[in-house]
């Protein structure tokens, strides 16, 4: 682990650069530029309002606000683990060229995405003054409950890194269990109070079961609805996660010089 | 050009003369083997439509190759096509793992030249010789302050702070080239002896190249198929065969038994 830390203090003014410049490269290659960073979780989130706002008729208190912010945070999650899978094929010519950290890779890809999730919550703020939420007296939590999705996603990504070397499909099989946890994490619906009075059991089982849930309807009692988090809970995830990812950077050490053998 | 030779030669007995430098040993390689067997990538698919084991292909590129490198020698590596002599320098650059035997670089900063390592097309040229350079293992610092020396070198004029995209072929190989030139490390894994540009340019990249070669200070390994190249600029030169070293020795020898080999 001292050996991760570290590559991590070398190679971080490596990881931010390339960060910039992928997006410097993104912006580069479009005509609207950054504008699509703000456009693509804005138009994300109208068709999430016209099926379940509109055409079922949400309840939630302050719905539009409620699905931007699950939306932000599932897609910073989404990026990341699905991009992990093929991380390493991704970036062949520098794997098979120098010696680099592996995770350094995944780092900077986080960063990316980081960098876009930040817009979106700039834009989850002007929502939230133009819809007259009132200020919440756990709103520090935010920052506790955004560090723990970090770590969470960091930690499903490193170890999908390393199997997505050798299993070359995982990508398909990757894709539709993130569909399947798409629906299970409640981004259009309140987990607690739609599932919560008939399926008591149901609602526990996934809200405690499936971090990113845990961690978006955390993030809305805490932004919204002046609500404390369920702190247990988040600790027990950041436990999980820190083992697993232990257990990740572990195994992407032992296998970095095979992967230039495999791909 | 046999002139240079025998300067490389005369250097080499002046170090003679001063024997705790000459017998410094750069690079110790003891009984190593390098494989790719077993890690192919499977796919789901495929072993839920084959569930007998694939058949693994075992396929030995390195076998059992001991030998030391001194600290300022160049060592010339010489050998017909898939003879595992690439293999060899990825293994000494950190790119594979042995999997046996061990490779000791004495804590010797090491890299393996290869141009254009993560280059992005849409930054200038600039961004690119620090996300290049960063990659090969500089820090930000060292690279800055060789930077007025890489672009002097590569002769690009303004266009050095244009996007690399709107390049010709012939300026993104000298921009690659002069990075790789000027950021040095005390060993360096050559794999083919690189000129690049026109005429003009290759010349210079040439007479670059033998310059940093023949610094006294700096231990060098030349993977070639010129055996022209390797008369001129070695100390020693190994001839693999198979996996093997067949012989290894004085250039002009071990390179003629190798000529009448090849017949």
Known sequence: MTRFWNDLKKYYKYEVRAAKSELKTEVANSYLNWIWWVLDPLFTMMIYYLIFGVVFKAKEEYFTTFLFIGQTMWAFFNKNVVQSVRMIKRNKSIVARVYIPKFVLLVSNMMINGFKMAISWVIVVIMMIATKVPLSSHLICFIPILLVMVLVTFAVSINLMHFGVFIEDLGNVINIAMKLLLYMTGIFYSIETRLGPDHPLIAKIILHGNPMALLITDMRNVVLYDKAPHWIWLLIWTVISLIFSIIGIKTIYKNENTYAKVI | ?263
């Open chain 2, 1 to 263: 050009m046999s002139n240079n030779t025998d300067v490389i030669k005369k250097t080499e007995t002046d170090n003679s003369n001063n024997k705790s430098l000459s017998e410094e040993i750069a690079i110790e390689v003891k009984d190593l083997w390098i494989g790719y067997k077993d890690i192919q990538a499977y796919s789901i698919k495929k072993s839920l439509l084959k569930l007998k084991k694939a058949h693994v292909e075992e396929f030995q590129a390195v076998r059992g190759v001991s030998y030391t490198v001194r600290r300022g020698e160049i060592l010339g590596i010489i050998g017909k096509n898939g003879s595992g002599k690439s293999t060899m320098l990825k293994a000494l650059a950190g790119i594979f793992c042995a999997d046996k035997g061990s490779i000791d670089l004495k804590g010797n900063s090491v890299s393996l030249l290869s141009i254009g390592v993560g280059f992005q097309k849409e930054i200038t040229g600039r961004e690119n010789i620090l996300l290049s350079g960063m990659l090969l293992g500089f820090s930000e610092e060292e690279i800055r302050e060789k930077m007025p020396d890489i672009i002097e070198f590569a002769e690009l004029g303004k266009f050095i702070d244009k996007p690399v995209k709107t390049y010709s072929s012939g300026m993104y190989s000298k921009l690659a080239f002069s990075i790789t030139a000027v950021l040095q490390t005390e060993i360096m894994l050559i794999d083919e002896v690189l000129s690049v540009g026109d005429a003009k340019f290759k010349k210079k990249s040439y007479r670059k190249m033998k310059e940093l070669i023949s610094n006294k200070d700096r231990t060098v390994v030349i993977v070639s198929h010129n055996e022209q190249t390797l008369l001129e600029l070695c100390d020693r030169v190994m001839w693999m065969h198979d996996g093997e070293i067949k012989r290894i020795g004085d250039p002009k020898e071990v390179l003629e038994e190798y000529a009448e080999f090849m017949k």
